[in-house]
């Protein structure tokens, strides 16, 4: 039948299957590092939610000069949670999950990096909000269809 039985066409199903998510018995491995093993979702989680600052609006609070550095450094600060949570777990298995794990993120933020350097070689600004001007007259999506394209399977 789906899950349209909380609210009008399930509008309200993630709010449910969120609390009951949260109301569940928790589970306490014998071997694992507690602290780290259970902390490490919720840093990675902190750390997706610093990207939010980057967005850019007109009436900019908060304007980074470096925006783009602080990006790629949010976006590498989530492979030491994925270390983390592998190696407290105690398992030998999650940790080489880990590792593979670290190992394809590593590899494809490579591929990230260089297409982003080809924008920010476009506007010569690690600014996101200037980034976000520079395109007022000619969309870069038009500009580097091809890296947009590389982009979109590299970040898949």
Do not use: H
């Not at 694992?32 to 939010?52: A, E, G, K």
């Not at 492979?79 to 080489?96: F, H, P």
């Amino acid at each position: 039948k789906g899950p349209n039985k909380v609210g009008l066409k399930g509008i309200l199903q993630p709010f449910s299957d969120a609390i009951k998510l949260f109301s569940k018995e928790q589970m306490f491995l014998n071997y694992s590092n507690y602290i780290p093993y259970y902390y490490s979702p919720v840093m990675s989680f902190i750390i997706s939610l610093m990207l939010w600052v980057l967005i850019p609006y007109y009436f900019n609070i908060i304007s980074f000069n470096l925006g783009f550095l602080f990006l790629l450094c949010c976006l590498s600060l989530g492979v030491y949670m994925i270390m983390i949570s592998g190696w407290s777990s105690n398992s030998n298995y999650s940790l080489l999950g880990g590792l593979r794990s670290i190992a394809q993120t590593i590899s494809y933020e490579v591929s990230l990096v260089l297409i982003m350097l080809s924008g920010i070689l476009m506007v010569m600004e690690l600014n996101l909000m200037k980034f976000f001007l520079f395109q007022e007259m000619v969309w870069f999506f038009f500009c580097m269809i091809p890296l947009g394209m590389s982009w979109l399977t590299s970040s898949l």
